[in-house]
């Protein structure tokens, strides 16, 4: 089994040198950057596909021009691999200043691939911010670590996702809780369990807890896939997924298109277990009429893959210290617990509740929970996520062999 975040101790060992502190602004440093932003507009580019989140981008905006004249514009993004094309674009097109994007919501590959190119700011500012004093990288070395990739400072830690299993208890007793118990109930249960269909996030990060399950040797998925041998690694995954797949839901020939998708079959009693990257998702769920109020949560024994997402600034950010003030913002305390209320957002927060104050501890606390919403205890078993590199090849691998209908 790889090692959890919650205990690691050989992953900080052999990281050790990202987990150090990076050099951090005075306050007057930042009082600069704040007056330098003043008047500034900022082009935030974010997904777009979820209600919830624009209307929190928008309560943003409104705090960001009131206290700092600083005019935040959502560009609302399908796929965020689209704006890191276009910033690939401007750098090749010599456009090394007034890029089209000032502050990009992102992880994972679309990170890999902007340092990659460099298409991210030299400097290492993330850090700097103030508000950063109120994290904690050993506790949590994921801010420090995109898909394993050293962020260097260079983004701005603003959640954090946990794949989470839902299902429904007044028909499901006891959920099994790792892969090997997923695949009896699969095979005693033929036609109740699914997951997204590859490419969907979800889906890929399905199989990558699987593989991080059952793999012999995990030490080679935090390494690029070019360096490893992809098939010997990823064989125990393969030999899970042929000996489950006939017994799927449509026998394994659909798949549904997207964990939403897959919340639906579960309210409609089709499948057992739906899987989402946000431990709030049924509760809220549940409070939208869209699953029923007997819906629970579990994480597998050993953990689930567990990540953060972050906010970068592009080399040629139009407004970069707009940019670095908006980071700032919603990496605060105020931002955070806002955004970790399950009635706004449900996005679990990146801070430290030991390095809060404690009426900002308080807040935290008394935020409302639904029944089907794991406590930070429970939740505490993470898994770290593989390179970004694997993503296209397990992708790739899985088409292979399964996209054309079992």
Request: hydrophobic share 45%; glycine share 8%.
């Amino acid at each position: 089994m790889p090692t959890p975040f919650a205990s690691t101790v050989r992953l900080i060992a052999v990281l050790g040198c990202f987990l150090m502190p990076l050099q951090s602004a005075t306050a007057g440093d930042f009082n600069d950057t704040i007056a330098a932003a003043r008047g500034q507009t900022v082009y935030f580019n974010a997904w777009g596909g979820d209600d919830k989140i624009n209307d929190y981008i928008a309560w943003a905006g409104d705090r960001l021009r009131e206290r700092h004249g600083i005019a935040l514009v959502h560009v609302k993004l399908a796929d965020t691999a689209a704006a890191v094309g276009r910033i690939l674009a401007e750098k090749s097109a010599g456009r090394t200043s007034g890029g089209s994007v000032d502050l990009l919501w992102v992880n994972g590959e679309n990170f890999a691939a902007m340092k990659q190119h460099g298409l991210l700011q030299d400097e290492a500012w993330a850090e700097s911010l103030p508000s950063w004093r109120y994290t904690d990288a050993a506790a949590l070395p994921a801010i420090r670590l995109d898909f394993a990739e050293p962020t260097e400072g260079r983004e701005s830690p603003w959640g954090r996702a946990q794949l989470v299993f839902a299902y429904d208890s007044a028909r499901t007793g006891t959920p099994p809780r790792d892969a090997a118990a997923l695949a009896d109930f699969i095979s005693a249960n033929p036609g109740r369990f699914t997951y997204p269909q590859p490419p969907d996030f979800v889906g890929l990060s399905f199989l990558k807890q699987i593989l991080l399950e059952t793999a012999t040797d995990t030490a080679p998925l935090y390494h690029p896939v070019e360096e490893a041998d992809f098939e010997a690694v990823t064989a125990p995954l393969w030999a899970w997924l042929d000996a489950v797949t006939p017994n799927l839901w449509r026998d394994g020939r659909a798949y549904p298109f997207n964990y939403p998708t897959l919340r639906q079959l579960l309210g409609d009693g089709e499948v057992d277990i739906a899987i989402a990257f946000n431990p709030s998702d049924a509760s809220a769920a549940i409070s939208r009429g869209e699953l029923p109020a007997s819906v629970r949560t579990y994480i597998h024994d050993g953990g689930t893959l567990a990540n953060v997402h972050f906010l970068a600034i592009p080399m040629n950010a139009n407004a970069p210290e707009g940019a670095r003030v908006v980071a700032d913002f919603m990496l605060s305390p105020e931002a955070q617990i806002r955004k970790a209320n399950p009635n706004i957002w449900g996005d679990p927060t990146v801070l430290a509740m030991h390095r809060l104050e404690a009426a900002d501890r308080a807040a935290f606390e008394a935020l409302p929970r639904g029944a089907a919403t794991l406590s930070e205890a429970e939740l505490g078993t993470t898994l770290a996520e593989p390179h970004p590199s694997w993503m296209a090849a397990l992708e790739a691998g899985w088409r292979q062999r399964y996209g054309s209908g079992g």
